[in-house]
């Protein structure tokens, strides 16, 4: 069982940056990929990046150049910065983790982009 915790979602205006932050309970060193997704209201979750053990990442063509993943496992924890960002940014980011086979999510946290 990985439980995972995101934080640093809120309200910003377009342009702005945002960071997220989230904490799994496990060694990261023994999670395979770990990734961001997002919801927005009436739209299916999407996968908006993911990166590797070994460091490999991969973007949803929506957000290249604008947003970063990255991990620090020394602190178990995974960050998603997001640069430039638009309304359609808009929706619930929640945090994945792949351990064992076994896919484990966060309970999710809130980007509004508005003005």
């Known amino acids: 069982q990985v439980q995972l915790v995101e934080s640093g979602g809120g309200l910003v205006q377009p342009g702005g940056s945002l960071r997220l932050s989230c904490a799994a309970s496990?060694?990261?060193?023994?999670?395979?990929?770990m990734g961001w997704y997002r919801q927005a209201p009436g739209n299916q979750r999407e996968s908006v990046a993911t990166?590797?053990?070994?460091?490999?990442?991969n973007y949803a063509d929506s957000v290249k150049g604008r947003f970063t993943i990255s991990r620090d496992n020394a602190k178990n924890t995974m960050y998603l910065q997001m640069n430039s960002l638009k309304p359609e940014d808009t929706a619930v980011y929640y945090c994945?983790?792949?351990?064992?086979?076994?896919?484990?999510w966060g309970q999710g946290t809130q980007v509004t982009v508005s003005s």
């Open positions: 990166i590797s053990r070994g460091g490999s990442t």
């Open positions: 496990e060694n990261l060193f023994s999670i395979v990929v």
């Open positions: 994945s983790a792949r351990h064992f086979g076994v896919d484990f």
